[in-house]
């Protein structure tokens, strides 16, 4: 069985920081990414990373803001949020798959956590 768990939401005043985790387990993961999601809006692409080379991809809304990186021992990425703002607010889920492919190509990633809500007060 593979499985993503996110922890790390939770609620900060804008300009506060949080970092999220996701541990994946059950496959090798070539690719692991988070999307977010706003009631009301689409899911969007955040931050992807290609776990052999680290290789990364960061939306423009969140660039020089969030970092995302990996731990390939642990099978587990973390997307690290500064300078949060009240538009970050959305519910963050993690993403992965077993081959290569688009970073933020919802449709390429087999295997979906559950997510993780962030809210950012102003």
């Known amino acids: 069985q593979v499985q993503l768990v996110e922890s790390g939401g939770g609620s900060v005043q804008a300009g506060g920081s949080l970092r999220l985790t996701c541990a994946g387990s059950?496959?090798?993961?070539?690719?692991m990414a988070w999307f977010r999601q706003a009631p009301g809006k689409e899911r969007e692409g955040v931050a992807g990373?290609?776990?052999?080379?680290?290789?990364?991809a960061i939306a423009d809304s969140v660039k020089g803001r969030f970092t995302i990186s990996r731990d390939n021992a642990k099978k587990t990425t973390f997307l690290q949020m500064t300078s949060l703002k009240p538009e970050d607010t959305a519910k963050y889920y993690c993403?992965?798959?077993?081959?290569?492919?688009?970073?933020?190509?919802?449709?390429?990633?087999?295997?979906w956590g559950q997510g993780t809500q962030v809210t950012v007060s102003s």
């Open positions: 993403a992965a798959d077993a081959y290569g492919g688009g970073l933020f190509r919802e449709a390429e990633y087999s295997w």
């Open positions: 059950g496959s090798t993961f070539e690719r």
């Open positions: 990373i290609f776990t052999g080379t680290g290789t990364t």
